[in-house]
């Protein structure tokens, strides 16, 4: 099950695109929490902290106990973080109150463990077609990371979504018949082995003409 983790947060009266900067220039991160049946707030988390959490995290839909100060605790889902698109930092987070009794939407990384019996003695390629699953679930029950054991999967073979054995209380979301892993054929210069062995042989001989030409000059 996903870590709970803590964090500390302060409200932010001031909003706008200059205050947003002065909050960025003092070495916090503007915020919003909403859900759980109550009005959206502005807050702001220190940068440091934050970027801790998350390079600790799994993934970015990390479970919080946010302490709000004057306000107490409140158990929330980080629902998104924005990024600069050159230099990565973090601009901005959503939080998203839950509540324990309430079933809550999140997507959760997926990887593989083992080595696929097609790659290990094929020369295939396992090909990963999903990074993430979206599933439903209690908060005390999101996960933090599902793992797929590949190592039975063939050349040909495939796990779908709804092959993904999910930890109990968990439902996947997503549409059953989407592929997650696949074992492809090994490739020769980009492309299957069974193309390059079905290509025909293209052998460059000069004609006789061009032969003959040649030895009069």
């Known amino acids: 099950m996903a870590k709970q983790v803590k964090l500390s947060a302060r409200p932010r009266s001031l909003a706008g695109r200059n205050a947003v900067k002065q909050v960025r220039a003092s070495g916090a991160v503007p915020a919003v929490i909403y859900g759980a049946h109550e009005k959206p707030s502005n807050l702001e988390v220190d940068r440091r902290a934050i970027e801790t959490l998350l390079a600790h995290a799994a993934g970015e839909h990390v479970l919080v106990d946010l302490e709000i100060a004057g306000a107490g605790n409140k158990l929330t889902l980080i629902q998104e973080v924005q990024h600069h698109p050159v230099r990565g930092d973090i601009l901005h987070i959503d939080f998203h109150a839950v509540s324990v009794n309430e079933t809550i939407t999140s997507e ?110």
């Open 108 to 217: 959760v990384p997926i990887e593989p463990t083992g080595e696929a019996v097609g790659v290990k003695t094929g020369g295939g390629l396992l090909q990963q077609q999903v990074r993430a699953l979206e599933i439903e679930c209690l908060p005390q029950n999101l996960p933090e990371l599902i793992t797929v054991d590949v190592s039975g999967l063939n050349i040909g073979d495939s796990i779908h979504v709804k092959d993904v054995v999910l930890p109990s209380g968990v439902t996947a979301v997503a549409d059953g018949d989407i592929t997650v892993f696949l074992v492809s054929e090994p490739t020769v210069a980009g492309e299957t082995a069974a193309e390059a062995a079905a290509a025909p042989e293209v052998i460059n001989e000069k004609k006789p003409e061009a032969a003959e030409g040649a030895d009069k000059k």
